[in-house]
Every structure is written in structure tokens, then in C-alpha cells.
């Protein structure tokens, strides 16, 4: 949810904090702050609500000077979206600064209990209490060991977090530590950098260290690095991964936003995914950590995830249903975590999350490997939680995505899917080589359909001007394009906060029909498939009412266009399973040009933040 950021070496930290908090901004951005070790011996920072460019216009003059220092992006938790709540946080003498992304638990005891010992707590947050905990430690039982006063004061909390700690009695050192949140470190010759995740350090290294929970960091100015476990023995081999993406990767590159941008590189993401897939095992899928009989003999299939990735579930379970007739759970993990899963001794569970650290995806993944599942994730951040505590990870290989609305994980996930759905009718014998090779053929055909979908965004952007002034919208589909309704709906919602609600057509009107009036936008997909026609007398309702209705329709469909107030043309698909793919890039881009034209952040929209993980 937040953003860290750190440095310790010979060169002014300023610019990289600077700079690297603008990258990881997407992770949150109502507050920013940064604190410096200043030659004059003491912790000098500036923090303040808003946006990080708010912050870079203080720092620009502060004068802030110094080669130690550590800089944070928030996303509030507890507490307002203040200077005052901003990070770092300091501890009464000033000298120990902390940020810190995840949530302390347990903070409303350790606040009244620091009170009670003499501290003064100037923030509403959580995080404050950890630079008493430090203080308290550093003078007490660490006797001066930054190291050993940062693990002292984490035994105290509950909850999660990635911490980064400057102390001014420790110059040219930097402690960080994790629980449960991200934060990787990264050194070359101009010293070490901690950040909780590898966008920062993509233009430094392509090889970094990822600290495992309980871990601690020592950062040192000479680019030193030591990893400590929980007991403050060194670690030998600390985790490492290596960067497969170059830093222009998370670039504008001539974009207007990142959301275009990413929209733009859909194509290729699925081209790069497709490649060499088709071997003897129909779909190969090395990433599965499942033998051929383990395989054949699933069950069922739990598909669990949050937002735009649980909607790759839903389009997944019809690929998984159809191809390898297997039965398919879908759950919200944030409601899975609550329930009694009916989970058998075959049970796969695949976990989709794009980030790989959503807490409630995370959550529910443990528990259902504590129940015995296999779990599968597939994600597109290497080395994230989900990949690290799964039984088999697939990567989509999508590249960064920066923009908080997802769109290019959200198609390449659903290719992942069928590459899955594929290898499992495969194996179990639902379908023959022919067959799978059939649809992996539909499957690459797909990138091209949505080039020519994205060379057709100026449709986009004349049915755009329908929702510029509207207060509400729906969204309808049927069968997998319900789904595609959701999704649209979802994005236009998240990007233009303009009420979007999703509904399987048939169901318009036992309730949602009332809704409609004259001039009341409606988004209908439908695509050339079984549900057509079912699909056109939903739209003969809704225009009957007055609402004004934007179609996605296949090619030359005359009896839609000639319905609707706009066309959303996509070309024919060769398959409908494949058609969720090609239709959901209009909605991508009808709701950015929504949201331009409503003149919001694409990028960054208001409340939300990258990577959920908070439950
Ligand atoms: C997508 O546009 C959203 N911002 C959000 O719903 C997102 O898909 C959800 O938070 C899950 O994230 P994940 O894929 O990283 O787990």
C-alpha cells in the first residue's frame, strides 16, 4: 500500500529518495515525506499531504544535504492523510526516524503504554509507536546496536509491516526489516538502497536481495549489506532475484498516462506468454509442481483473487469448465477467508493476483494449503509473496504495470488461465492434441484482434462523450461476457468515479430495469456468439426505455449498430471463449477517456492504491 524508499553511501540521497518514491507512487499517494542524516549530525526532513510532486517542490527548498536517508508514500490506514500523519515518523529525541508500510496491530496498547513511560505521540497513525519502540530499545537492552534496538522493538508488534530506520548516532547505516509486507536491497559502488519493490532499482542493478519475513537489514554507506534472521544471526545466503525488465519498462515512453500505455502493450504481453508453449504435454506448464497423475486426478478447482483478478477467475472457471470439465470454485478471498472451504484430497487451488501481495489473496492462499490444496499462483511480479509461498507460480511476464487500474495483467492473466484450463483437459483427457491445439491456434490470434480493437479507440472516445455529464451507468453481458460487463464496469468506476453496476442481461429486469430513463448510458457486449439474439431483445428493452445505449459488437452486426447510439466494433473472434479478451481493451479505453474527459488521474485514482495489502 505504501511506498519506501532508502539510501546510505557517498552520494546525496535526496535525488534517489526523490526518485524513487515517484516510482513506486502507484503503491500510494495522499502523503509523502522524506528524512535526511545532514552533515551537522542531525535528521532533517520534509513531509506533507499530497502527492510526491508536492513534496519534490518543498525539497527543492529545503536544502536538505546528506548521503543517509529514508522517504516514504503513503496510503492512510489509521490516521488522516495530514502532514502530521505523513512518514517518517521520529522519536522524542528526533534522532531515530522510521517509515514503514503494513499495519501494527496491536498499536492502540503499545500508544497507551508508551504514553505511560513518558513518550509523546504526535501522530493519529500506527507506525509512530515502532521509533518509540526503537528509542526505548536503543537505550535500554541494544545498548546502542541499531541492528539489535530494531529487532528488540518488532518482538513487540503485531501485524505487518516493512520498516526502514535511520538512527542519527549511526551514521552510514540503514536497518530495514520485514514482516509480512515487501521490501527488497539492492547495493552497487555508490552504496545500498532499500525499496519495497524492484521499480526503483531496476535503473541500479539487476540483481537484488528480498528480504524474507523476520529478516533485518544492515545497510551500509560502502554498499555493505548483511542479513540477519529473527534471532540476529547472519543470514549466508540471503533470497535474491534478478530483474528481468529494463527500467524504461516503468517509463511513460511518449504515453500520455500509464494506463495507455499499458493498454498499448497488451499484444506483445500476450505474444510473450504464448511462446513456446505447445510441446508433448499439449500446454506446457513447467511451472505446475504437480505430476501428470496428481494432475489427472483433480477434483475440482478453487479460483481465488480480489477486483479485476477475481474477474479473470470467472472467465477462467467457463475455460476450466468447458475444456477440462472439471468443476470450478470462484471466491472473493477476502469472503473465502471466512467460510469452510469444500476441499477435497485433489483439490487445486490457484490464486490470481497481479501484484502478488494482496493481503486477503495471500490470506486465503495459506489457508488453503493449510488444508491440504496445492496452490497455484499466477502473477506477474517476480518474487512476490504469492510466487514465494505458492507450489507453483506462473508468471504472466506482462512487464510493470504502474497504472492502479489493471488492464494488461487482467488479459494476460486470462491467457494464463487457458493455458491452464488447456494443460488440465489435456492431461485428464476432456480434450485430444487437436483440440488443444485448436484453441492455443484461437488463443494467438488474439493479439492481432486487439491491435486492430486499439487502432479503433477513436470509437472509444466519441461514445466517451455519453458519460461525461452522467451520474450512473450499466454495464450488461451474458454468459463469459457478463463478466466483460463487470470488468467494464469496474474500471470505469475505479478511473472516473462515475457509478458504474454490471449485470448478466437476463437478470436486467428483475431490478436493475428500473434504473433506466431517457438518456441513461447502458454498455451492451455482444459479441457474434450463442447468446446473441437473447442478447439483442436485452438491448430492445433498454432503448424501449430510453436509455442510450453503447454496443460492443462484432463486425458488420448491422441489426446492433443499427440500435445503439454507438458501436464499439471488434473484429470476429474465433472462438467464444476467446472474446472476453478481445471486448474488455474497448472498455479499457472507453473508461479512460471517461475519466479524461471528467478530467481525473487515470493513473492514480483517488482512495485506491496499487497493491492492497491491508485485509
Ligand atoms: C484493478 O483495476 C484494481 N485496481 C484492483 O481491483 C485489483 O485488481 C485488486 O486489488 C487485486 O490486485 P492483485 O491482482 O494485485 O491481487
Not at 524 to 544: G, Y
Request: charged letters at 20%; a negative charge.
Amino acid at each position: 500500500m505504501c511506498g519506501i524508499v532508502g539510501f546510505t553511501g557517498k552520494d546525496q540521497a535526496v535525488p534517489f529518495l526523490l526518485e524513487g518514491l515517484q516510482t513506486l507512487e502507484y503503491r500510494g499517494y495522499d502523503s509523502a515525506g522524506i528524512e535526511v542524516l545532514s552533515p551537522d549530525g542531525g535528521l532533517h526532513g520534509v513531509k506533507c499531504a499530497g502527492r510526491v510532486a508536492t513534496l519534490k517542490e518543498r525539497c527543492a527548498t529545503a536544502n536538505l544535504l546528506g548521503s543517509t536517508g529514508i522517504a516514504h508514500t503513503r496510503w492512510a490506514t489509521h490516521g488522516a492523510p495530514t502532514d502530521r500523519n505523513a512518514h517518517p515518523h521520529l522519536d522524542c529525541s528526533g534522532r531515530i526516524a522510521v517509515v514503514h508500510n503494513g499495519i501494527i496491530e496491536n498499536f492502540r496498547d503499545l500508544r497507551a503504554y508508551l504514553s505511560r513511560n513518558g513518550h509523546t505521540i504526535v501522530s493519529d497513525t500506527d507506525s509512530e509507536v515502532v521509533a518509540h519502540l526503537i528509542e526505548d530499545a536503543w537505550a535500554g537492552p541494544a545498548q546502542g546496536d541499531l541492528v539489535a534496538a530494531v529487532r528488540n522493538a518488532v518482538q513487540r508488534l503485531e501485524g505487518s509491516w516493512a520498516l526502514a530506520v535511520e538512527c542519527a548516532d549511526t551514521p552510514g547505516q540503514l536497518v530495514v526489516a520485514r514482516k509480512g509486507s515487501p521490501l527488497v536491497i539492492a547495493s552497487d559502488e555508490h552504496g545500498a538502497y532499500a525499496a519495497s519493490d524492484i521499480t526503483p532499482l531496476a535503473a541500479i542493478t539487476s540483481h537484488v536481495i528480498q528480504l524474507e519475513d523476520d529478516q533485518f537489514g544492515l545497510l551500509r554507506d560502502d554498499g555493505s549489506v548483511t542479513v540477519y534472521d529473527k534471532d540476529g544471526i547472519e543470514v549466508a545466503e540471503p533470497s535474491t532475484i534478478d530483474i528481468d525488465w529494463d527500467a524504461s519498462a516503468a517509463t511513460l515512453g511518449g504515453y500520455a498516462d500509464f494506463m495507455a500505455k499499458e493498454i498499448a502493450e497488451q499484444p506483445e504481453a500476450l505474444e510473450r506468454l504464448l511462446e513456446d508453449r505447445l510441446g508433448e504435454h499439449g500446454v506446457e506448464l513447467d511451472e505446475l509442481s504437480l505430476s501428470r497423475e496428481q494432475l489427472a486426478a483433480i477434483d475440482r478447482v478453487y479460483l481465488v483473487a480480489c477486483g479485476t483478478s477475481y474477474h479473470v477467475c470467472l472467465i477462467a472457471k467457463e475455460m476450466i469448465e468447458e475444456w477440462a470439465r472439471i468443476p470450478v470454485f470462484c471466491e472473493y478471498a477476502s469472503e473465502l477467508n471466512y467460510k469452510d472451504p469444500l476441499v477435497t484430497d485433489h483439490t487445486l487451488c490457484v490464486i490470481v493476483t497481479q501484484s502478488g501481495e494482496t493481503a486477503d489473496t495471500l490470506a486465503a492462499a495459506r489457508r488453503m494449503r493449510a488444508l491440504g490444496c496445492n496452490v497455484f499462483a499466477i502473477t506477474n511480479v517476480l518474487g512476490s509473496t504469492a510466487a514465494r509461498e505458492s507450489d507453483g507460480t506462473m508468471y504472466i511476464q506482462a512487464g510493470p504495470e504502474v497504472c492502479v487500474a489493471s488492464t494488461k495483467a487482467y488479459t494476460a492473466q486470462m491467457v494464463a488461465a487457458a493455458l491452464l484450463a488447456l494443460r488440465l483437459g489435456y492431461t485428464n483427457g476432456t480434450i485430444d492434441r487437436a483440440e488443444v491445439e485448436r484453441h492455443f491456434r484461437n488463443l494467438q490470434a488474439v493479439p492481432d484482434l486487439m491491435r486492430e480493437v486499439i487502432a479503433r479507440r477513436w470509437q472509444d472516445k466519441q461514445a466517451a462523450q455519453l458519460f461525461r455529464d452522467a451520474h450512473s451507468s450499466l454495464f450488461l453481458g451474458r454468459g463469459v461476457n457478463a463478466t466483460t460487463a463487470y470488468e467494464g464496469a469496474l474500471k470505469l468506476k475505479e478511473i472516473s468515479y462515475l457509478h458504474a453496476e454490471a449485470y448478466p442481461a437476463g437478470e436486467m429486469k428483475h431490478g436493475p430495469i428500473a434504473l433506466l430513463e431517457k438518456g441513461f448510458p447502458v454498455v451492451a457486449i455482444v459479441p457474434a456468439d450463442h447468446v446473441h439474439e437473447k442478447m439483442v431483445s436485452n438491448i430492445q428493452e433498454v432503448i424501449a426505455r430510453g436509455a442510450s445505449c453503447v454496443a460492443v459488437a462484432t463486425d458488420g452486426d448491422e441489426t446492433v449498430a443499427s440500435m445503439c447510439q454507438h458501436t464499439l466494433w471488434i473484429p470476429a473472434c474465433p472462438e467464444e471463449l476467446v472474446t472476453p479478451i478481445v471486448a474488455v481493451v474497448h472498455l479499457q479505453l472507453l473508461a479512460r477517456y471517461v475519466a479524461r474527459s471528467r478530467g481525473c488521474d487515470v493513473d492514480k485514482p483517488r482512495n485506491l492504491a496499487k497493491s492492497v495489502t491491508v485485509e
